[in-house]
Nanobody
Framework: QVQVVESGGGLVQAGGSLRLSCAAS????????MGWFRQAPGKEREFVAA????????YYEDSVKGRFTISRDNAKNTVYLQMNSLKPEDTAVYYC?????????????????WGQGTQVTVSS
């Protein structure tokens, strides 16, 4: 079992930045790939970014490439999502995800553990 808890959401103006954090506990954090998904009202949960256990391989949804950066610190059992140049369409609840495998990193059905979510609101 892995428990993950997100923090760092909030309200920001368009063009601003936020950094989300996800603290993990339970089974060995470094054994898991990690990711972020988001869900806007009335929409399906969608993939945002993922990172392998070592931190050397990262993956992004096209609309966030060049604006968001995922990283991890295995010594702190924490994964981060740095979000720059935020747009109103980035408004959503952001969920941290832990995967045993990155084979289907973009598919929320293959996530093994979820956090409770943190709200990000970008005003225009």
């Amino acid at each position: 079992q892995v428990q993950v808890v997100e923090s760092g959401g909030g309200l920001v103006q368009a063009g601003g930045s936020l950094r989300l954090s996800c603290a993990a506990s339970g089974r060995t954090f470094s054994n898991y790939a990690m990711g972020w998904f988001r869900q806007a009202p009335g929409k399906e949960r969608e993939f945002v970014a993922a990172i392998d256990w070592s931190g050397r391989s990262t993956y992004y949804e096209d609309s966030v490439k060049g604006r968001f950066t995922i990283s991890r610190d295995n010594a702190k059992n924490t994964v981060y999502l740095q979000m720059n140049s935020l747009k109103p369409e980035d408004t959503a609840v952001y969920y941290c995800a832990a995967y045993k495998s990155l084979a289907y990193y973009g598919d929320y059905a293959h996530v093994d553990y979820w956090g409770q979510g943190t709200q990000v609101t970008v005003s225009s």
